[in-house]
């Protein structure tokens, strides 16, 4: 945004942007920060690479979690890396995000998280100080979470050679018997859930990265989402769950649709919007439908439990903004959002990236 004036740096908003453009114009050969968005580039990078070459029938499905069957047992298998920057951010940090991030991957099967595993990628000169408050993060998370931490590995690299701090981790969970979550289960008739409200995670690390300030403190939503989705699943007739990180709702709900074969029309004017992050959003020039999230899931409920899946939630101290956002209608796989001035026009799957390095 500021090249065109040389000599002066960008500051501000101004870098946060002015770095790299995320979106390949036209496509390239090296990649870039749109194939980490969740959108678009990231389907393109997983089907033209890796399931090229890791040609399994689980992983093909490119669920949350994999859920594979030990010996009569049903576990979950999911594993993340986290690499937000600015490592601390309003209302949470890398440390607990990094395991309610996996945790929720878990839930988003029906599955109930019981251990995990993390790695840390250190770089020389990160302050020993901020390490321990990421891992005492993590620790208040995992018991918030009720998984154990049995295993882990650290590595340090090189001053330059890193961005402070990053963690992979990864989860097993259970899944209990009669569980059956996944997105191909979605179809017409459907209604679409959303658990709560949209876009603090995105917004909240924005405003720390950028610097910029607004009039009233956006914090993420950062939270684990397993005892949320329990009772959702207790109440009724739940079909498919995506936790809407990277890529928003919109991204999700695209999935969703592309997985089941499906249409999808969204309310615009239900899905709950804070008024701090539409404001945010206004003055960014960003849409909240494809802002990250990180305590909040979109779901497709038979019709004839939502109104009781929609209750449960709303009963819960994290799901009482839960609201119906949409249905599920036969047709070829697209979404379609419906605007508040009445008019119906395409939702489509994030090209590139609103915000990289969000999780």
Do not use: W
């Not at 945790?103 to 321990?132: I, Q, W």
């Not at 990250?292 to 109104?307: C, I, K, L, R, S």
């Amino acid at each position: 945004m500021s090249a065109d004036r040389p000599g002066r740096e960008p500051a501000g908003l101004e870098q946060e942007f002015a770095l790299a453009c995320p979106t390949p114009i036209p496509p390239g050969d090296t990649i870039l920060l749109g194939h980490g968005s969740g959108g678009r580039l990231s389907s393109d990078l997983l089907r033209g690479i890796f399931l090229a070459a890791f040609d399994d029938p689980e992983l093909r499905r490119l669920n949350d979690a994999a859920v594979l069957d030990a010996d009569g047992i049903r576990l979950a298998f999911t594993t993340d890396a986290f690499v937000v920057q600015p490592p601390f951010f309003p209302g949470a940090d890398i440390g607990s995000l990094s395991v309610y991030g996996t945790v929720n991957d878990l839930a988003m099967v029906g599955a109930k998280p019981r251990f995990l595993a993390a790695s840390f990628v250190l770089e020389e000169g990160f302050a020993t100080k901020d390490l321990e408050r990421i891992v005492r993060s993590m620790a208040e998370a995992c018991r918030r979470s009720s998984v154990r931490l049995v295993t882990g590995d650290t590595k340090v690299v090189e001053r330059g050679s890193g961005d402070g701090v990053f963690v992979i981790t990864s989860a097993i969970g259970t899944v209990p018997d009669g569980i059956q979550v996944a997105p191909e289960r979605t179809r017409p008739g459907d209604v679409v859930v959303v658990s709560g409200p949209v876009g603090a995670h995105g917004v909240a690390v924005m405003s720390r990265r950028a610097g910029v300030a607004f009039e009233v403190d956006v914090e993420s939503d950062s939270a684990p989402l397993t005892d949320l989705v329990e009772s959702a699943l207790a109440a009724g007739d739940v079909h498919a769950l995506r936790d809407a990180t990277r890529g928003g709702v919109a991204t999700v709900l695209n999935e969703l649709a592309a997985a089941a074969s499906v249409s999808i029309v969204l309310d615009e004017q239900a899905v709950p919007v804070p008024e701090p992050v539409r404001a945010a959003c206004e003055t960014l020039g960003l849409d909240p439908l494809y802002v990250a999230n990180e305590g909040v899931f979109v779901g497709t409920v038979g019709p004839d439990g939502a109104d009781a899946v929609l209750g449960a939630l709303q009963a819960h101290p994290r799901g009482r903004d839960a609201r119906i956002v949409g249905h599920v209608e036969p047709g070829a796989p697209a979404v379609h959002l419906r605007t508040s001035l009445g008019v119906t026009r395409p939702l489509l799957m994030l090209t590139g990236d609103q915000l990289p390095r969000i999780c």
